[in-house]
Structure formats: C-alpha cells, structure tokens
C-alpha cells in the first residue's frame, strides 16, 4: 500500500473529507468533520487510526508494526507503519474500524445525512 492508495481508500468511504488542519503535511481525513485517520506526507508511510481500547492493546501485543498514536489518546489510537508487514486487507479492515467507531458515536441526523442505521453496528477486526 503506498500514500495514494491509503487515501483513495480513505476517501472511498462515505462523507469522508480531507484536509491539513495542523500543518502542511499531515493528511486528516474526517467523516462529519470527526477525525478518523491521519497520515504524515513527509515521513515514512504509517496511520493513525481510532480503535477500541482492548483491540488497540490486542493489535499492539500481536503486530510489530502497530504502535500507540503520538499526540493521540494511547487507549484508542494506534498508529500503524505501513512497511508491508501488514497484509493491506487488515490495514483497510482497521481503517474500517476506525471510520466505524467515529459513525456510530455521531447524532442520529448525520447518521442518517450518511445513510446508516441508527443503530449501526461495528464490524469485528482481527
């Protein structure tokens, strides 16, 4: 997975914008102006990305490349170095997950501005 590919499949999922709200490198990528992944144009290819505490820990013990979010609140962000010891289906699969938890947090009306259940439930991850 290279940086187009991470974004294209970013901006694939549904009311997702982006935008470089802290500087000019670092890509957020946001679904009803809520942050779900950011990337760092400038260093080597990682994301972080929102996850459920246990999963965070559990994705940490058992991948290298999954590390806490710097700058990020450590029980629900991992950042994940996209250095192809990852197979990409998991990475999409996480990115799903974090887009995932964002949408199902939100107020009933954008919920429904995106045209998902009110009641949306999450996908499992491994």
């Known amino acids: 997975?290279?940086?187009?590919?991470?974004?294209?499949y970013c901006l694939s999922k549904k009311g997702t914008t982006e935008s470089f709200p802290f500087d000019e490198?670092?890509?957020?990528?946001?679904?009803?102006?809520?942050?779900?992944?950011?990337t760092?144009?400038?260093?080597?290819?990682?994301?972080s990305i929102k996850c459920d505490p246990e999963l965070a820990i559990n994705l940490r013990e058992q991948?290298?490349?999954?590390k806490p979010a710097w700058h990020f609140n450590k029980a629900h962000w991992n950042n994940?170095?996209?250095?192809g010891s990852v197979d990409v289906?998991?990475?999409?699969?996480?990115?799903?997950?974090?887009?995932?938890?964002?949408?199902s947090k939100?107020?009933?009306?954008?919920?429904?501005?995106?045209?998902?259940?009110?009641?949306?439930k999450l996908r499992r991850t491994k």
Request: net charge negative; glycine share 2%; proline share 6%.
């Open 80 to 83: 994940v170095i996209i250095d």
């Open 25 to 38: 490198t670092t890509l957020v990528f946001k679904v009803m102006n809520k942050m779900f992944a950011i």
């Open 1 to 8: 997975m290279n940086i187009e590919e991470l974004r294209e």
């Open 106 to 120: 939100l107020p009933k009306k954008d919920k429904k501005v995106l045209g998902v259940p009110p009641t949306l």
């Open 63 to 66: 991948y290298p490349a999954v």
């Open 89 to 103: 289906s998991l990475i999409r699969e996480w990115i799903d997950h974090s887009y995932d938890l964002i949408v």
């Open 40 to 47: 760092d144009l400038e260093k080597d290819l990682s994301i």
